[in-house]
């Protein structure tokens, strides 16, 4: 079957750094989404690979390992506005994303 | 601006309706898709289509069915709404997957529908 898994809530500090992981197991792999989604808004989209390695911009960067079906979110320098629900997905042989329930994470002052 | 747009963006109505969510890209995209999103905050694909191919999620029920009656629109129309309907309903859009890859996916700013 297909599965996207990454945690639930995380909670981090303002300024600090933060690594938000997924691992995800599709039919097929056409490369691996990050969407941001702040409270009662649409998701928007974040970033994207499909080759292994770190793709970075700006404070945000991802990282991608297609061997082990695994990914990360990284955010530096947090700051208040970061707090949202950051969605993982992957899309399959059929060009159909597959989400993940998304991470809520709590940034505090 | 260039977006990605719903309507209604509220929408509160009686079991047994019948009701439809508009929903109108000027992005230029070839591909449209209708998501249900759950109190778990899970994305549920229902459908995608372009003017070649409707693909439609095997566990959509066929009271939901989708009406495209142009490129940039896809409304999607419910029938006889059930308690379990209530959630946000997103649309979205990209270009053209087959001859290009994976695109990016822009959202509309959701539909939220309960069901009483």
């Known amino acids: 079957g297909q599965n996207i898994d990454q945690p639930t809530e995380m909670t981090a500090t303002e300024g600090a750094i933060v690594q938000i992981n997924c691992t995800y197991q599709?039919?097929?792999?056409?490369?691996l989404f990050w969407y941001q989604q702040h409270a009662g808004e649409a998701p928007t989209f974040l970033s994207y690979n499909v080759l292994d390695g770190l793709e970075e911009k700006g404070r945000f960067s991802s990282f991608l390992s297609r061997s082990k079906g695994y990914s990360y979110l990284l955010l530096k320098e947090l700051q208040m506005k970061d707090s949202a629900s950051y969605l993982c997905a992957s899309m399959d042989s059929n060009y159909q994303l597959i989400w993940g329930a998304g991470t809520k994470l709590i940034i505090k002052p | 601006d260039t977006a990605v747009s719903q309507t209604p963006k509220y929408l509160v109505t009686q079991m047994g309706n019948d009701k439809s969510i508009k929903c109108e890209q000027n992005l230029g995209h070839d591909t449209m898709y209708w998501y249900k999103q759950d109190s778990k905050k899970f994305l549920k694909i229902m459908f995608s289509y372009n003017n070649k191919e409707l693909i439609i999620n095997e566990t959509v029920p066929n009271r939901f069915s989708p009406k495209s009656p142009d490129k940039a629109h896809l409304n999607l129309h419910i029938n006889s709404l059930e308690l379990g309907d209530s959630a946000v309903y997103f649309c979205a859009s990209s270009q053209d997957l087959q001859d290009r890859g994976p695109e990016t996916q822009y959202f509309g700013p959701g539909t939220r529908l309960l069901v009483l």
């Open positions: 599709t039919s097929g792999f056409n490369g």
